[in-house]
């Protein structure tokens, strides 16, 4: 029995650390009124929250997400690109700007992950309609194992006739055709 626990604790110091990549946790998507503003972005923050905390304990990759773009929403000039305070990369943290939607529109994210090999990459944060479901297309193209956690995104609200709950689910129903999908015990659990 000992000899089948220290193969399996050596089969784990030999996989890759996780990645936990953290989507566009920015101002524009808690700020009221704004088109992008997500729904339960407070509950999603504190999981994100949780998950960064397990993560910087475990001093396992992080990498931000940042969207940019030359318009009225995420314009690089404004403040509202700025990320959410208590969310802001620390030193050692990467950072990836995006012009759209998907996070493989920026070409050192692309060439990052694709260095990397394979390895399990734990995916949080805002827009899940935008940059995580555009994010776990491209990257089931390119043969990247993406984890979303489900109770750690946040999509922007449907419109009012809508049912917000269907909305959420429909969503994740749609990152699951690419990516597979955890709630934030089971990731915690996973890399644990």
């Given amino acids: 029995m000992p000899a089948r626990s220290f193969a399996s604790a050596a089969d784990r110091l030999r996989q ?29 923050l504190g999981a994100c ?20 773009a030359r318009a009225a929403w995420f314009n690089p000039a404004s403040s509202l690109t700025d990320w959410i305070p208590g969310w802001r990369p620390q030193p050692g943290e990467l950072i990836f700007e995006h012009p759209l939607p998907s996070a493989y529109s920026s070409p050192r994210f692309a060439d990052y992950l694709a260095n990397l090999g394979p390895l399990d990459c734990f995916v949080m944060g805002f827009s899940l309609e935008e940059t995580i479901l555009s994010t776990a297309i491209e990257g089931f193209h390119r043969g990247q194992r993406l984890i979303c956690i489900s109770d ?12 917000p709950d269907a909305y959420l689910t429909t969503l994740i129903g749609l990152v699951a055709r690419f990516a597979e999908i955890q709630t934030e015990e089971q990731a915690l659990a996973a890399v644990g």
């Fill in 16 to 44: 890759p650390a996780p990645l936990l990549i953290c989507c566009d946790l920015q101002q524009e998507y808690i700020a009221t009124g704004r088109a992008h503003t997500v729904r339960d972005g407070d509950a999603a």
């Fill in 152 to 163: 750690a995104v946040a999509g922007s609200r449907p419109r009012e006739d809508a049912d």
């Fill in 49 to 68: 929250g949780r998950l960064l905390s397990a993560w910087r304990d475990g001093m396992w990759p992080i990498v931000h997400l940042k969207r940019v």
